[in-house]
């Protein structure tokens, strides 16, 4: 059974980095692939990058790409979110989570088989 984890949330002012991390547990962190999403009071749940399993990255949105990064860590069979220049709007819990299926190695907007309880990110002077 796949499990995740995740860690690293927290109150940041706005401008801030906070780094997440992602506890793999079940399978190997590369079997997978694995999605950071967010979701906010109120409103739907949203992509933010995801890792394939050969490590090709895909942003569910474009205007991400320069202050959120994945990486992951074989070794340790985790997977981090890299955030800079925190906006109020990034405000959100945080999950990681994946598919399962023959559809289980690459990225997807439908990635909900497996999630995580998610971490709470708050930007906020």
């Known amino acids: 059974q796949l499990q995740f984890v995740e860690s690293g949330g927290g109150l940041v002012q706005p401008g801030g980095s906070l780094r997440l991390s992602c506890i793999v547990s079940g399978f190997t962190v590369d079997y997978y692939a694995i999605g950071w999403f967010r979701q906010a009071p109120g409103l739907e749940r949203e992509g933010v990058v995801c890792?394939?399993?050969?490590?090709?990255?895909?942003y569910y949105v474009d205007s991400m790409k320069g202050r959120f990064r994945i990486s992951r860590d074989i070794a340790k069979n985790m997977v981090y979110l890299q955030m800079d220049n925190l906006k109020p709007e990034d405000t959100a819990v945080y999950y990681c989570?994946?598919?399962?299926?023959?559809?289980?190695?690459?990225?997807?907007?439908?990635?909900?088989?497996?999630r995580g309880p998610g971490t709470q990110v708050t930007v906020s002077s």
């Open positions: 989570a994946a598919r399962g299926g023959i559809l289980k190695g690459l990225c997807g907007e439908s990635m909900d088989d497996y």
């Open positions: 890792i394939a399993s050969n490590g090709g990255t895909y």
